[in-house]
């Protein structure tokens, strides 16, 4: 019997036609790797945006409910801009009743073999996947899709692609989380450094592709603080006490090498972490 995978996404309309070569990119990607074969999975891609997105769907999606709320409901900000909360969009999708769910931002264009390549940690035992992308030159944007899938791109330390069981979904701790703001990536991982038993964990893998070669997105202050401030002062209390740091990335390796590469990703903070290898280092103490 074949398992159920939800991949949710949001689409949104957009006049900038650089955003809407990406979601083109990203919708295309997605056709393909349904073709290319799921292993034994079944995969239902699904949407979810506000009514005013009127855009016309790839007919392999399932339009789920629209969003009501945004990020807006939840503070003054400078510009207005309707950025949905991740919370709600997993609400939504898992209702759906999948085995597993993933979630990738629409900037976010998978290779042929992605689907299959998911399957197989799943049935190797995996709870939960985090792949990261890899970047690509802007000035292959309007070039076919072979040629984007044939780079082998440059490795990005940041986090978006997340695929986790049902188990994990039922006790996500997103707080007002916006997506399309840094700090979206840094909830859901750490979500998954707190709730998953297997954790497979890809940063060099040739699996989803950027196009952009930016690491360090542009950062609207007002949407930014406020993600920032949801993370560390609403999620990360509430998924401290799940946290082992062993099973964070680079969790076990040795100890200076696991500093220094904490150090370098922005997604992860070496300041924490040395907090709970000292906690890990006391409890263990007295035991």
């Keep these: 019997m074949s398992l159920r995978l939800i991949h949710v996404l949001n689409p949104f309309d957009s006049q900038n036609t650089d955003q809407q070569r990406i979601q083109e990119v990203t919708f295309q990607s997605i056709a393909n790797a349904l073709d290319f074969g799921t292993g034994h999975m079944e995969v239902k891609v699904c949407a979810i945006r506000y009514s005013e997105d009127m855009s016309p ?3 392999y999606m399932t339009e789920l409910p629209n969003l009501s709320r945004s990020v807006l409901d939840f503070g003054d900000f400078n510009p207005k801009r309707r950025y949905p909360l991740v919370g709600d969009i997993m609400e939504e999708a898992v209702k759906l009743n999948g085995d597993y769910y993933m979630y990738t931002n629409m900037d976010i264009a998978l290779q042929p073999s992605f689907y299959d390549f998911v399957s197989r940690q799943i ?3 995996h709870d939960a996947v985090i792949i990261n992308r890899r970047r690509i030159p802007w000035e292959y944007a ?3 899709l072979p040629e984007m899938y044939a780079l082998e791109g440059k490795k990005h330390p940041g986090f978006d692609c997340f695929v986790f069981s049902k188990a994990i979904a039922d006790r ?3 707080g007002r ?6 700090f979206i990536g840094v909830a859901l991982a750490h979500n998954l450094f707190a709730f998953a038993e297997r954790l497979a964990f890809y940063d060099r893998a040739q699996l989803t592709f950027h196009l952009g070669m930016e690491v360090m997105p542009h950062r609207e202050p007002d949407y930014y603080w406020h993600n920032r401030l949801e993370f560390f002062n609403r999620v990360k209390p509430s998924l401290w006490l ?3 740091v062993s099973r964070f990335p680079y ?3 040795w100890l200076p090498l696991r500093l220094i590469r904490w150090g370098l990703n922005p997604s992860l903070f070496i300041w924490m972490n040395i907090k709970l ?3 890990k280092a006391f409890l263990s103490d007295r035991s």
């Design 57 to 59: 769907l790839p007919k």
């Design 251 to 253: 969790g076990r390796d």
């Design 123 to 125: 049935r190797d035992g």
């Design 142 to 144: 309007n070039k076919e």
């Design 172 to 174: 996500l701790i997103l």
């Design 177 to 182: 989380i916006c997506v399309g703001i840094p």
């Design 242 to 244: 799940h946290f082992d």
């Design 277 to 279: 290898l000292l906690r």
